[in-house]
């Protein structure tokens, strides 16, 4: 197996790790002004995910990185074609990152109702936005000889592609349901436990009819005709196991299965780009491939040696992490303080 190939599994393998991880606290953060009926459930609920949510991001950075170094030429299309909707994306998170660290230092009832608006929209655009690129991408984008993006913001709005993103905001809003009724106690478990059961059938339906018409609008199932092949079967297998695990009160096992939904969901887009990084809709000869958009082999090699010793001390740490912090939080452990009008 060469370098490029070990490296674009390893980018695959960083973007999974952070949908799967970060998907449910993007959910539980879009959940916020549903779930939560006054200032102690919003902090109950804010207290669930704040032990990993920056560590979650980690894995943005670290799958940014590599992408960097070792496929420069993806990175410099992917961000310049996309340049608008990932500054977007990375304001919302910056946001976001405000609102959680600093909604509990403020006592004002106005200021705390605004970080909750810079927590909800700081969930909801970054889910959103990364559906409509990963659905770009697996559109094909007009993408010239010279490995530069040739299309505009509006054409990248398209109705699958933004279907694309409704689909991955709905299902980590079903992750972060699932993973809050793991988290919390009492009535606000009732209610996500509610939340997760009503959300699966439209979820269900909407992504079925995402995934049909990716038959038609997308690279991914260019080599298996109506066949479904092994990795959607297995996500579809996955999706069902969730909602007999919910009906049987299994909610770790609810929450396992959408997790290795999210998962199988990530991997098929990657496999079905292979070898292809970014595909043009303009010419396949003007595909962006794991070969033509690398670094040298060189670099490739260093960077491989220095993953082997330190992705082995970021997982033994972020599992420790989540060992740790692996009680449910409850209303009365939360300090009861005054909020100021």
């Given at each position: 197996?060469?370098?490029?190939?070990?490296?674009?599994?390893?980018?695959?393998?960083?973007?999974?790790?952070?949908f799967?991880?970060?998907?449910?606290?993007?959910?539980?953060?879009?959940?916020?002004?549903?779930?939560?009926?006054?200032?102690?459930?919003?902090?109950?609920?804010?207290?669930?995910?704040?032990?990993?949510?920056?560590?979650?991001?980690v894995?943005?950075?670290?799958?940014?990185?590599?992408?960097?170094?070792?496929?420069?030429h993806?990175?410099?299309?992917?961000?310049?074609?996309?340049?608008?909707?990932?500054?977007?994306?990375?304001?919302?998170?910056?946001?976001?990152?405000?609102?959680?660290?600093?909604?509990?230092?403020?006592?004002?009832t106005?200021?705390?109702?605004?970080?909750?608006?810079?927590?909800?929209?700081?969930?909801?655009?970054p889910?959103?936005?990364?559906?409509?690129?990963?659905?770009?991408?697996?559109?094909?984008?007009?993408?010239?000889?010279?490995?530069n993006?040739?299309?505009?913001?509006?054409?990248?709005?398209?109705?699958?592609?933004?279907?694309?993103?409704?689909?991955?905001v709905?299902?980590?809003?079903?992750?972060?349901?699932?993973?809050l009724?793991?988290?919390?106690?009492?009535?606000l478990?009732?209610?996500?436990?509610?939340?997760?059961?009503?959300?699966?059938?439209?979820?269900?339906?909407?992504?079925?009819?995402?995934?049909?018409?990716?038959?038609?609008?997308?690279?991914l199932?260019?080599?298996?005709?109506l066949?479904p092949?092994?990795?959607?079967?297995?996500?579809?297998?996955?999706?069902?196991?969730?909602?007999?695990f919910?009906?049987?009160?299994?909610?770790?096992?609810?929450f396992?299965?959408i997790?290795?939904?999210?998962?199988?969901?990530?991997?098929?887009?990657?496999?079905?780009?292979?070898?292809?990084?970014?595909?043009?809709?303009?010419?396949?000869?003007?595909?962006?491939?794991?070969?033509?958009?690398?670094?040298?082999?060189?670099?490739?090699?260093?960077?491989?040696?220095?993953?082997?010793?330190?992705?082995?001390?970021?997982?033994?740490?972020?599992?420790?992490?989540?060992?740790?912090?692996?009680?449910?939080?409850?209303?009365?452990?939360i300090p009861?303080?005054?909020?100021?009008?």
């Amino acid at each position: 197996m060469d370098y490029q190939i070990i490296w674009f599994i390893l980018i695959a393998i960083l973007f999974i790790g952070y949908f799967v991880l970060e998907g449910f606290d993007f959910g539980v953060g879009i959940l916020l002004p549903f779930i939560a009926k006054d200032d102690i459930d919003r902090r109950v609920v804010l207290n669930t995910i704040g032990p990993f949510w920056d560590a979650n991001e980690v894995w943005l950075i670290t799958a940014g990185g590599a992408m960097f170094a070792a496929f420069p030429h993806w990175y410099a299309t992917l961000f310049s074609g996309f340049y608008i909707p990932l500054f977007l994306l990375l304001l919302a998170l910056i946001f976001r990152a405000v609102g959680i660290e600093f909604r509990s230092k403020m006592k004002q009832t106005l200021w705390r109702k605004t970080a909750d608006q810079f927590i909800f929209w700081g969930s909801f655009l970054p889910a959103l936005l990364w559906g409509v690129a990963f659905t770009n991408i697996v559109q094909g984008l007009p993408i010239g000889a010279d490995m530069n993006f040739t299309g505009n913001l509006l054409a990248a709005l398209n109705p699958y592609a933004l279907l694309g993103g409704v689909v991955v905001v709905l299902i980590f809003m079903l992750h972060g349901a699932l993973f809050l009724s793991l988290r919390t106690t009492d009535n606000l478990k009732a209610r996500a436990e509610k939340i997760a059961k009503t959300m699966w059938w439209p979820i269900g339906i909407v992504t079925v009819v995402f995934a049909v018409l990716g038959y038609w609008q997308t690279v991914l199932f260019d080599g298996l005709g109506l066949v479904p092949g092994t990795l959607p079967t297995l996500a579809l297998f996955t999706f069902i196991a969730c909602f007999v695990f919910m009906r049987l009160k299994m909610q770790g096992y609810a929450f396992a299965s959408i997790a290795l939904t999210i998962l199988l969901g990530t991997a098929i887009i990657f496999y079905g780009l292979f070898p292809n990084v970014m595909p043009s809709s303009l010419n396949e000869a003007y595909n962006l491939t794991i070969y033509n958009a690398s670094s040298s082999k060189m670099t490739l090699k260093i960077m491989t040696i220095v993953a082997l010793f330190f992705v082995p001390i970021v997982l033994a740490y972020q599992g420790w992490s989540y060992y740790v912090f692996s009680k449910r939080i409850t209303r009365d452990a939360i300090p009861r303080e005054e909020v100021k009008l």
